[in-house]
């Protein structure tokens, strides 16, 4: 059986402030009528529970100009309205459900929306998906599932950095101990010379010795 995610909705005269609260949402899907019926299915939570929404918005809006951004504990959507109007509700018809409330911290009075920033808001550093046209979701099935990003799944080709293999090579940096080798090598061999010039010395040392002893010996 599905649940009902919560609501959160604002509004100026030309767009409506829509806000899905739902954490770390997968297989979304979305739609959005230009009669102004949003259809809205994703599973969440460890054991998968399935979330649907079919709203009647109270007027027809204008899908083209309309985003959605799909965030970690969100779906924030900024929808347009056809006609630029306040309509003080967002479901057609008789009373709200209970999960749909006022979003208040994005609310802006038809008397404020002349004041510098009010209202002004966009999909940036909302993090997920970024601005998303609905136009480009093609429908029920346009989301795939956020699963199915896979173009964004290549940056996990950037793990591929852990396998830096040519770095590896620095290991065979190891290999210069080798050149400590070649220098103990050159070092020995430096000191076997020294040691045959020493032997050498010696030799002429004894013949000289053994000279003056015959010479004395003569005399």
């Known amino acids: 059986m599905s649940r009902h995610p919560e609501v959160k909705w604002a509004e100026t005269t030309d767009k409506i402030f ?7 949402s997968k297989e979304t899907k979305v739609n959005l009528d230009p009669e102004g019926v949003f ?27 309309s985003k959605i951004n799909i965030g970690e504990r969100s779906i924030f959507c900024i929808i347009e309205k056809a006609e630029p109007e306040r309509w003080d509700k967002l479901i057609r018809g008789g009373k709200a459900p209970h999960y749909v409330k006022v979003d208040w911290d994005k609310w802006v ?3 404020d929306e002349g004041n510098a920033g009010a209202g002004d808001m966009d999909m940036g550093g909302m993090g997920g998906m970024g601005g998303m046209d609905f136009s ?6 346009g989301m795939g599932g956020m699963a199915g990003l896979e173009g964004l799944g290549g940056m996990g080709g950037l793990g591929g950095m ?7 090579g620095m290991g065979g940096m190891g290999g210069m101990g080798g050149m400590e080798e070649f220098e ?21 040392e004894a013949k000289s010795e053994e000279h003056t002893t015959s010479a004395k010996e003569d005399k």
């Not at 480009?136 to 099935?141: E, K, R």
């Not at 852990?162 to 590896?168: A, D, M, Q, T």
């Open 109 to 111: 009075d038809e008397d």
């Open 136 to 141: 480009s979701l093609g429908g029920m099935g």
């Open 162 to 168: 852990g396998g830096l293999e040519g770095l590896g």
């Open 39 to 65: 259809d809205f299915s994703a599973k969440s939570g460890p054991e998968n529970h399935v979330y649907e929404l079919k709203l009647e918005l109270h007027d027809k809006v204008n899908v083209e100009e």
């Open 184 to 204: 103990d090598s050159d070092d020995e061999e430096e000191t076997a010379n020294s040691g045959d010039k020493k032997d050498e010395a010696a030799k002429e």
């Open 18 to 24: 829509l806000t899905v609260v739902l954490a770390d």
